[in-house]
């Protein structure tokens, strides 16, 4: 019998009933693709739904009725596209729309109507600094689906809620939506108010902003504006797909051509203010957990920017623990103490592997080689 058999269905798209089973079931995502039932991704694990395969005519029948329809033509003409939706009452959600071998596909990613606090996401006290911060620049970084957006959400609403300033966010699309409190907070999407990043940033320059919120810092262009921004005394807040703090120096500077890259190394030194880097990792009782690393902007970072000494950041971070620094390996060991993780879902995402087995074979866990 299908799950959705007895949903309720007055005044409900099609789509919401899926929905609603999703975030009753704590769900973080819901996969629709032709030639498969619905999926949903449970505690980081992909759960099927007692449902029948979907076809094209199914999913039309999903899709085609939320999506604005100048979106809908894009996406039958280019294959991909990205919207949001809101279920009034239940929440919002980032879609996205592709095609691939069997056919149309869409994923939905659950957005929280409510903003989650740092103290709620459970985050490290000294993460609370980086929403004191006047300029520079600041990045949260992760793989996808590792809650970089809750967690910048968690920040510019702690900024919001004290600090009488001028946000512009850059989004695609928007995801949290900020209310405005002390602060001023302009959210601008890419389709619906701008055509891409590039422009959107350029101009949000001349808007009278304290803080810019680049939703995805995904090209050449884009990085360079953020870091002229920074370089103007901005506060800019962005997100890039890496997971440690000296990865994240070490993409940026390798996104320009080598002869500019001493130059960016140079600006980079003197911009950036803190990165932070997440992985999720599933809790022993069920549910999700983060690994953060914290890092801040201190005199010997910019030096080894500079020198492009990256591979001593994990060191210099180590070393500056009383200052509210994180290494990512000591979050991981520390949620292992506190049995929230299985030792083994922890070495995998180390980074430090052969340290990390070292840790846990002292205290009588003793992992195989090829576990991670």
Not at 29 to 56: E, T
């Amino acid at each position: 019998m299908s799950e959705l058999a007895n949903a309720p269905t007055g005044g409900l798209r099609a789509i919401d009933r899926f929905l609603k089973l999703m975030n009753d079931r704590g769900a973080s995502d819901l996969h629709l693709s032709v030639g498969r039932p619905p999926i949903f991704r449970l505690s980081g694990r992909l759960d099927p739904i007692r449902y029948r395969v979907l076809d094209d005519t199914d999913f039309r029948r999903l899709i085609e009725p939320i999506t604005p329809p100048h979106l809908w033509a894009r996406y039958q003409e280019t294959g991909d596209m990205d919207f949001a939706y809101e279920v009034p009452g239940l929440a919002r959600f980032r879609v996205n729309l592709f095609r691939q071998q069997r056919g149309m596909g869409a994923v939905f990613r659950i957005i929280p109507t409510k903003i989650m606090t740092l103290d709620q996401l459970g985050l490290p006290g000294s993460v609370r600094r980086l929403s004191r911060l006047e300029g520079g620049l600041v990045l949260v970084t992760g793989p996808t689906g590792s809650g970089k957006s809750t967690t910048l959400a968690a920040i510019i609403h702690e900024m919001n809620m004290v600090r009488p300033m001028h946000f512009v966010t850059i989004e695609d699309p928007i995801e949290f939506v900020h209310e405005n409190q002390r602060a001023l907070v302009s959210q601008r999407e890419v389709g619906p108010h701008t055509r891409g990043f590039r422009g959107a940033l350029k101009a949000a320059v001349r808007e009278d902003p304290d803080c810019i919120l680049v939703g995805e810092m995904r090209d050449l262009e884009t990085i360079e504006m953020a870091l002229n921004a920074a370089e103007t005394g901005l506060l800019v807040f962005g997100t890039l797909h890496t997971n440690s703090a000296a990865k994240t120096i070490d993409r940026i500077i390798n996104v320009f051509p080598t002869e500019r890259q001493d130059g960016i190394r140079g600006i980079l030194a003197s911009v950036v203010k803190g990165i932070l880097a997440q992985q999720l990792l599933r809790r022993k009782k069920g549910g999700r957990v983060a690994a953060v690393e914290v890092m801040f902007g201190v005199p010997s970072l910019s030096s080894l920017i500079r020198e492009g000494k990256t591979h001593q950041i994990p060191g210099l971070i180590s070393a500056n623990k009383r200052r509210g620094m994180i290494p990512m390996d000591d979050s991981l060991k520390d949620l292992v103490e506190r049995d929230l993780v299985e030792p083994e879902a922890a070495l995998e995402k180390a980074l430090d592997k052969d340290e990390f087995r070292k840790w846990l074979k002292d205290r009588g866990v003793d992992v195989a080689e090829g576990a991670e």
